[in-house]
C-alpha cells in the first residue's frame, strides 16, 4: 500500500535511494532524488526503518531524466538511471566524502577532479545468467531481475557493448534451441580489442547437433565461444580455434594486456586507461625506485609502473593471475629477464594472501618507496595494520571499488601509522549503478 503523506528526499544513500524520515522512522526509497516530494511503497518494514519503491513524484528534482533503458526498474543491472549523469557522479563524490568522514574521521587536503568517460555502453564485462523457463517455454538471457532470482527478459541493454546488447535475444533464441538448454547456467562476456569472447558454463557436454548451432551463430556474428564444465580452470576455447587473443592496451604506455575470459580485468576498459594515467600521475613511479603494487592482478598498474623505471614487485593472491602477469611482463619486455638493461625497470610477481598479512611477512617482502594498493571490496586492513616504521612507504595510492572499507582502511594509516591523506576523489567507472570506484594518496607525515 501506498504512504498517505508524502515525504521529502534529504540525501542519497550510498546504493542511490532517496532517503526521507516518516514516523520516526528512516525510510530509503528507490527511484527518489533528493529534494522530491514522493509517496512510496514499502516493501519491508523494521521497526527503526523502511525499504521502498517510489510511488508518486509531486515535486520533481532538476535532476531527473528520463532512463534510456526499457528494462530500467525491472532489471537489476542499473539503479541510478533516472539521475543525471553528471548528479550521479556529484552523489558519488559525496558518499565517498561521507564515508571519509564517518567512518575514517578524515578528510582529504585536496578533492580530486571526479573522473568520467562514455555513459553508455561502456561494460566490456558481464555474467549474464540463462534461465529455460518451462512454464513459458522460454529461455531468457540477462541479468537478475531487481530484488529477484527470475532472470529479467532483456531486448538490449543500454551499458553493455553495442554489438553484445544487440545480441542478447539471439543469444536467447540460439539458446532456447540447444538440446541441452536446461543445462546452461551463464554466459560471461569478455570483450577485447580483436575478439568478443563468450562463455557458455554447461552442466552437460555438447550433442553434435547443439555445436552445429553455436558453430553458425559463432560465424554470423563473428563471437567466439568457449566452454566452461567445471570451474574457471576447465574453460576453454570451442570455436573458432584461429581467433585473435582477447587483450586490452594501455597506449600511454605502450602495454598490451592479453588475457582469459575467466581472468579478472576491469569491466570499463575506456575509464581502466584513464584511471591507470591518473594514477601514475599520483603514484610518479621514479627511474630507480622500489615500488609494491598490492592485488595486482594481470598486472594492470604494474606493468605501467615498471615502464616509467621502476623495481616492481607486483603481489596478488590468485596463482593463475600471477601466472598471467608474468607472461604480461615477458610480453611487454618488462620482466627480468626480457627488460633492457637501459630501461632499469622491470616487474616480479608474488603469490600471497594479503588477508593473512602480518608485519614480520612484510617485513619479508623488503622496503618500498612507493605502494599502489587496489584489493577488492573487503579492503586491505591487515595489510595497513601490518605497516611498521621499516616497511612504511613514503607514499600510497589507494584505487578502491568500496568506499567503506577505503574509509576504515584511511583510519588506519591517518589515526596509527602516521599518514596525512592529501587527496581522494572518485572515478566513475560504472555508470548508471551506485558502485563508487575511488583513489586516494597518503603520504607519510
Ligand atoms: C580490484 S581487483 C584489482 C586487480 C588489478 N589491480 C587490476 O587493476 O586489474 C583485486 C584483486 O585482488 C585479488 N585478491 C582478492 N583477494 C585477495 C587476497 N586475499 N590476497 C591477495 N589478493 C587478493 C583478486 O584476485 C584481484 O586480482
Not at 598498474?301 to 608474468?326: C, H, M, N, Q, W
Not at 622491470?346 to 603469490?351: G, H, I, L, Q
Request: include cysteine.
Amino acid at each position: 500500500m501506498p504512504s498517505q503523506n508524502p515525504v521529502i528526499i534529504e540525501s542519497l544513500d550510498q546504493e542511490g535511494r532517496g532517503i526521507a524520515h516518516a514516523e520516526g522512522k528512516v525510510i530509503f526509497i528507490e527511484g527518489a532524488i533528493t529534494g522530491e516530494r514522493v509517496t512510496y511503497s514499502s516493501y519491508r518494514k523494521k521497526p527503526s526503518f523502511e525499504m521502498a519503491q517510489v510511488d508518486q513524484i509531486f515535486r520533481q528534482s532538476f535532476m531527473r531524466v528520463q532512463p534510456k533503458c526499457a528494462h530500467f526498474g525491472v532489471c537489476g543491472g542499473c539503479s541510478i538511471q533516472h539521475l543525471d549523469a553528471r548528479a550521479q557522479v556529484s552523489a558519488k563524490q559525496r558518499v565517498l566524502e561521507d564515508n571519509l568522514a564517518h567512518i575514517g574521521k578524515v578528510k582529504p587536503e585536496n578533492i580530486l577532479p571526479s573522473i568520467y568517460g562514455e555513459a553508455w555502453g561502456y561494460r566490456q564485462r558481464a555474467r549474464l545468467s540463462v534461465r529455460y523457463v518451462i512454464k513459458k517455454n522460454k529461455t531468457l538471457v540477462g541479468f537478475h531481475e531487481k530484488r529477484r532470482s527470475y532472470v529479467a527478459d532483456m531486448q538490449y541493454c543500454e551499458i553493455l557493448t553495442p554489438k553484445i546488447a544487440r545480441l542478447l535475444p539471439l543469444l536467447a533464441q540460439m539458446c532456447e534451441s540447444l538440446t541441452i538448454r536446461d543445462a546452461l547456467l551463464q554466459i560471461e562476456v569478455a570483450v577485447g580489442e580483436h575478439v568478443d569472447v563468450l562463455v557458455l558454463r554447461i552442466m552437460r557436454p555438447l550433442m553434435p547437433v547443439d555445436e552445429t548451432v553455436l558453430k553458425q551463430f559463432a560465424d554470423q556474428h563473428a563471437v567466439q565461444f568457449w566452454l566452461q564444465t567445471k570451474g574457471p580452470e576447465t574453460a576453454a576455447p570451442f570455436y573458432p580455434l584461429d581467433a585473435p587473443a582477447l587483450s586490452y592496451s594501455l597506449p600511454e604506455f605502450g602495454i598490451t594486456m592479453p588475457f582469459a575470459p575467466t581472468e579478472f580485468t576491469q569491466v570499463n576498459a575506456d575509464m581502466n586507461r584513464i584511471m591507470v594515467g591518473r594514477a601514475m600521475r599520483l603514484l610518479d613511479p621514479q627511474a630507480g625506485e622500489r615500488i609494491a603494487d598490492f592485488f595486482c592482478g594481470l598486472g594492470n598498474f604494474t606493468l605501467p609502473i615498471a615502464r616509467r623505471g621502476a623495481y616492481t614487485l607486483g603481489i596478488e593472491g590468485s596463482d593463475a593471475l600471477v601466472k598471467r602477469a608474468l607472461q604480461n611482463a615477458q610480453y611487454n619486455a618488462l620482466s627480468k629477464d626480457t627488460a633492457s638493461q637501459k630501461a632499469r625497470g622491470y616487474a616480479e610477481f608474488r603469490v600471497m594472501n594479503l588477508f593473512e598479512i602480518s608485519e614480520v611477512l612484510l617485513t619479508q617482502l623488503g622496503r618500498f618507496d612507493k605502494w599502489l594498493v587496489d584489493p577488492p571490496r573487503d579492503g586491505a586492513s591487515e595489510l595497513m595494520k601490518s605497516i611498521t616504521p621499516d616497511t612504511a612507504p613514503k607514499r600510497i595510492v589507494y584505487v578502491s571499488c568500496n568506499p567503506a572499507t577505503l574509509a576504515r582502511d584511511a583510519a588506519i594509516l591517518v589515526h596509527l601509522k602516521g599518514y596525512l591523506l592529501k587527496a581522494a576523489g572518485v572515478m566513475n567507472m560504472f555508470p548508471h549503478t551506485s558502485h563508487v570506484e575511488s583513489i586516494a594518496v597518503f603520504e607519510i607525515h
